[in-house]
């Protein structure tokens, strides 16, 4: 069973940029949650994405965006860069809603410039 | 508003040691907790997941606990060995599907 991937490790932007980050779910989940981790806190929920819907999101700005192909993987779109939005992006997959237990991927490491 | 604190921010023990991790939340109406472990740099390892109508979960030297009423989870590690040295994590599950994480506990055991 393969697990959740994430693609690419690391990326470098500058302000004002636009980013594109993917995740490959766990076979069998259809469900997809975006977090993101600032160095030392806890990582804050984005949105999530549940059978190509929208299905919940956080106190984030519509500069966040996302996608969630019939495949169940899915794709995180910055827009417009800013300093503040340097961080670790960990996408997590889970069966159905976020009810069930949740597994993350291992994450890119933006750093806007 | 739905927070999660963890206490400590920091525990260093020496091995072998048992040990408890905190967590508590404001908000009861959770539907799951969630306990993970994160190295540095790296992305979180589901621990244990305990839904709201259960009062604990064992895995191993692992063992999580729930109690709704007070607004507590805990995290019991026994026999604690140096692989163990991570960040824990703790997080509630909403109906809203946020899940709000803690800022971690960072375990350090000493050899």
Known sequence: ?113 | KQEVTQIPAALSVPEGENLVLNCSFTDSAIYNLQWFRQDPGKGLTSLLLIQSSQREQTSGRLNASLDKSSGRSTLYIAASQPGDSATYLCAGGYNNNDMRFGAGTRLTVKP
Not at chain 1, 13 to 33: A, E, I, M, P
């Open chain 1, 1 to 113: 069973e393969t697990g959740v991937t994430q693609s690419p490790t690391h990326l470098i932007k500058t302000r004002g940029q636009q980013v594109t980050l993917r995740c490959s779910s766990q076979s069998g989940h259809n469900t997809v949650s975006w977090y993101q981790q600032a160095l030392g806190q806890g990582p804050q929920f984005i949105f999530q994405y549940y059978r190509e819907e929208e299905n919940g999101r956080g106190n984030f700005p519509p500069r966040f965006s996302g996608l969630q192909f019939p495949n169940y993987s899915s794709e995180l779109n910055v827009n417009a860069l800013e300093l503040d939005d340097s961080a670790l992006y960990l996408c997590a997959s889970s069966r159905d809603r976020p009810y069930n237990e949740q597994f993350f991927g291992p994450g890119t490491r933006l750093t806007v410039l």
